[in-house]
């Protein structure tokens, strides 16, 4: 297995205004296991902010050419995306019945491009591969289905050397992140303006969600094991136990089963959002 590495992380932890705990100081430790396994690819399992992905919203989908966006203070630039790899990926997950989406282009959000950064020091560094993983628009994947499709990703890639990186989650509830789906393009301005005003009167009127570390901990005891027992429960109530944004742990679920090997948390916070870099032993 000395030719596969994963990393799952959450994004935005690098951020000025971010909290300079353990879990920042992880993404370091990451970035230097990166750095020495040097692979000679990178699959991305990442999700979208309802940002690149609204009037079409597939489970999963193989992007094929990609930019990233630069929002909220992320990178801007052209992946290095290996086209005809990402062609060759689909016709096999169709071919193992997988309904995969083809995304041709897509411009990424900062749950590609935040995480991409930290890991790489760039869109373009080393060729990325993104499997996009719809996390923001319900109904979603199941963690089982996710899992089953890195799984086959994993196979599919077994003679080269991978880097497996999932971005998202842990526990967090955000309500701006309701935001009607209309499948209307909002720009930028128009986003930030519809989330600050659902989240202030989410606070005036008392609904913001307080979630307890519970899943947080589940999760990543599932993660850390080989195991498959856990996926069908930890979807159970998923916003009730661990917020609309826990289903962002879909992405880390694909790039576990793509490594196929248990992963080490190297560090985790909680306070009302769930924080945590965790990544495989090479």
């Known amino acids: 297995m000395k030719n596969r590495l994963t990393v799952c992380s959450s994004h935005l932890i690098t951020l000025p205004s971010a909290p300079h705990g353990p879990v920042r100081a992880a993404i370091g430790t990451a970035r230097e296991a990166v750095e020495a396994f040097d ?18 919203v597939p489970t999963f989908a193989v992007v094929l050419s990609a930019t990233a966006q630069g929002d909220v203070a992320g990178p ?3 992946y290095d995306v290996p086209h005809a790899m990402g062609r060759s990926l689909v016709a096999d997950l169709i071919a193992h019945d997988f309904d995969i989406a083809t995304a041709y282009s897509a411009a990424l959000d900062h749950a590609f491009g935040h995480t991409t950064r930290d890991l790489l020091g760039a869109v373009d560094a080393k060729p990325v591969l993104p499997i996009f993983i719809n996390c923001a628009s319900p109904p979603h994947a199941s963690f089982r289905r996710a899992a089953s499709l890195g799984r086959r990703v994993g196979e599919f890639f077994a003679d080269r050397r991978v880097l497996y990186v999932g971005s998202g989650g842990l526990a967090h509830d955000l309500p701006g992140f309701r935001e009607p789906e209309t499948g209307e393009a909002l720009t930028e301005e128009e986003r930030q303006a519809w989330i600050k005003s659902v989240n202030e009167r989410a606070r005036e009127e008392g609904t913001i969600r307080e979630l307890v570390r519970t899943w947080d901990e589940t999760f990543l005891a599932g993660v850390g094991d080989t195991s498959w027992d856990w996926l069908d429960s ?7 136990r661990g917020g ?3 289903a962002e742990c879909l992405t880390w679920t694909a790039a576990w089963a793509a490594g196929g090997q248990a992963l080490t948390t190297l560090a985790h916070e909680f306070d009302t959002n769930g924080r945590a870099v965790v990544m495989s032993e090479r």
Do not use: S
């Not at 692979?39 to 079409?56: I, K, S």
């Open 39 to 56: 692979p000679e690819l990178v699959v991305f399992f990442g999700t979208d902010h309802r940002r690149a992905f609204r009037a079409v």
């Open 76 to 78: 801007v630039g052209t």
């Open 234 to 240: 930890i979807g159970v109530d998923l916003v009730e």
């Open 244 to 246: 609309n944004g826990a």
